[in-house]
């Protein structure tokens, strides 16, 4: 698409022709708090099919499930008892952290390690994990001894994972994050508990992370607008990019989110688990969309990580439709976007 046109417009390539939209249905919408952000659920209804209590208490339960299970934050979490088991021990981990480890393992052999859930000592020492916080008063960024021995903990082959049986191994001080995928998939969870539950017209959003099913009352489907880095004065500005989330996903990596700046330089909060450094290939954001979240999640941080040139031909090779944006040497911003998302411009 010309980037002179200042408004792109993607839909999915198949449609959901057996659901139809409940024309004259109200939308309802409930909000919240979980994993250090916001929460958002939308949907339709013309009869009480479920009360908003029993919406929001089925919302929360999904949502307190993957805390419970994969939080870094919660003490005593599943994935906090792993962290600080002793060394050489085996853990069957419960099916929903398997689900994901299942997609995280897969994802860090496809892209090199690229992706890591392995990578929590490396999260931590830059001060992105629970503590010591970039935020806090005197932190500083650590030294190149200090990364090297957090490099030598985040082998994620290390973790020997069984999918069949859920088990994993704890080498010794080895600190699994999954940060970079639980998200979306409590974004799936909810989904799917609320299509149980008879609501198969939703729009659920967390910490930015959005899967749309179904259409909403007037037959239009779930419009949202990517998620897109500011534009600093003199920069040209990108087209905005309007999505159809009807049986879409949508999830956003970008360097513009958390950041700290340490002897003049610029530390983006998404780390390359191969060199133990937050990133600086140049890529301001890579938006993925895909019929799950959990993968549109994780695949835009692999691709983030990656770059521009190498994200391309792991995404051309997936057919993953995304959207790279990149900052130029002359500080302008550029987009490309994979043959998979150009497919979807209407």
């Given at each position: 698409?010309?980037?002179?046109?200042?408004?792109?417009?993607?839909?999915?390539?198949?449609?959901?022709?057996s659901?139809?939209?409940?024309?004259?249905a109200?939308?309802?919408?409930?909000?919240?708090?979980?994993?250090?952000t916001?929460?958002?659920?939308r949907?339709?209804?013309q009869?009480?099919?479920?009360?908003?209590?029993?919406v929001?208490a089925?919302?929360?339960?999904?949502?307190?499930?993957v805390?419970?299970?994969?939080?870094?934050w919660?003490?005593?979490?599943?994935?906090?008892?792993f962290?600080?088991?002793?060394?050489?021990?085996d853990?069957?981990?419960?099916?929903?952290?398997?689900?994901?480890?299942?997609?995280?393992?897969?994802?860090?052999?496809?892209?090199?390690?690229?992706?890591n859930?392995?990578?929590?000592?490396?999260?931590?020492?830059?001060?992105?994990?629970?503590?010591?916080?970039?935020?806090?008063?005197g932190?500083?960024?650590?030294?190149?001894?200090?990364?090297?021995?957090?490099?030598?903990r985040?082998d994620?082959?290390?973790?020997?994972?069984?999918?069949?049986?859920?088990?994993l191994?704890?080498?010794?001080?080895?600190?699994?994050?999954?940060s970079?995928?639980?998200k979306?998939?409590?974004?799936?969870r909810?989904?799917?508990?609320?299509?149980?539950?008879?609501?198969?017209h939703?729009?659920?959003?967390?910490?930015?992370?959005?899967?749309g099913?179904?259409?909403?009352p007037?037959?239009?489907?779930?419009?949202?607008?990517?998620?897109?880095?500011?534009?600093?004065?003199?920069?040209?500005p990108?087209p905005?990019?309007?999505?159809a989330?009807?049986?879409?996903?949508?999830?956003?990596?970008?360097?513009?989110?958390?950041?700290f700046?340490?002897?003049?330089v610029?530390?983006?909060?998404?780390?390359?688990?191969?060199?133990?450094?937050?990133?600086?290939?140049?890529?301001?954001?890579?938006?993925?969309l895909?019929a799950?979240?959990?993968w549109?999640?994780?695949?835009s941080?692999?691709?983030?990580?990656?770059?521009?040139?190498?994200?391309?031909?792991l995404?051309?090779?997936?057919g993953?439709?995304?959207?790279?944006v990149?900052?130029?040497?002359?500080g302008?911003?550029?987009?490309?976007?994979?043959?998979?998302?150009?497919?979807?411009?209407?």
């Amino acid at each position: 698409m010309d980037q002179t046109l200042m408004t792109r417009v993607l839909v999915p390539t198949l449609l959901d022709d057996s659901t139809r939209p409940l024309l004259g249905a109200q939308v309802r919408s409930l909000d919240g708090q979980t994993m250090g952000t916001t929460w958002q659920v939308r949907w339709t209804v013309q009869a009480s099919v479920a009360s908003v209590e029993r919406v929001h208490a089925a919302v929360q339960a999904e949502l307190d499930l993957v805390v419970d299970q994969m939080s870094t934050w919660l003490p005593g979490s599943d994935l906090d008892r792993f962290n600080h088991a002793p060394a050489d021990t085996d853990h069957t981990v419960p099916p929903a952290m398997g689900e994901v480890l299942q997609a995280a393992c897969w994802l860090s052999h496809e892209s090199g390690g690229a992706f890591n859930p392995a990578a929590g000592a490396l999260v931590n020492l830059w001060g992105f994990g629970p503590g010591p916080r970039y935020t806090d008063p005197g932190f500083t960024a650590p030294s190149d001894d200090a990364v090297q021995r957090a490099l030598a903990r985040n082998d994620w082959r290390a973790l020997r994972w069984d999918g069949a049986n859920r088990r994993l191994h704890q080498p010794g001080g080895l600190l699994l994050d999954l940060s970079a995928i639980a998200k979306g998939y409590a974004v799936d969870r909810v989904s799917r508990r609320l299509s149980a539950m008879g609501l198969v017209h939703t729009l659920v959003e967390v910490g930015g992370e959005l899967r749309g099913q179904g259409l909403r009352p007037d037959g239009q489907p779930w419009w949202i607008e990517l998620e897109s880095p500011p534009v600093a004065h003199g920069q040209r500005p990108l087209p905005t990019t309007r999505v159809a989330l009807h049986g879409l996903s949508v999830a956003t990596s970008g360097d513009y989110r958390r950041a700290f700046t340490h002897g003049g330089v610029r530390w983006p909060h998404t780390i390359d688990p191969r060199q133990g450094r937050p990133l600086a290939n140049g890529l301001a954001s890579v938006s993925v969309l895909h019929a799950e979240c959990l993968w549109a999640d994780a695949w835009s941080t692999a691709l983030t990580v990656l770059g521009r040139e190498e994200g391309m031909a792991l995404a051309e090779a997936h057919g993953i439709a995304a959207l790279f944006v990149q900052r130029e040497p002359d500080g302008q911003l550029s987009e490309t976007l994979t043959p998979a998302m150009q497919a979807l411009d209407a």
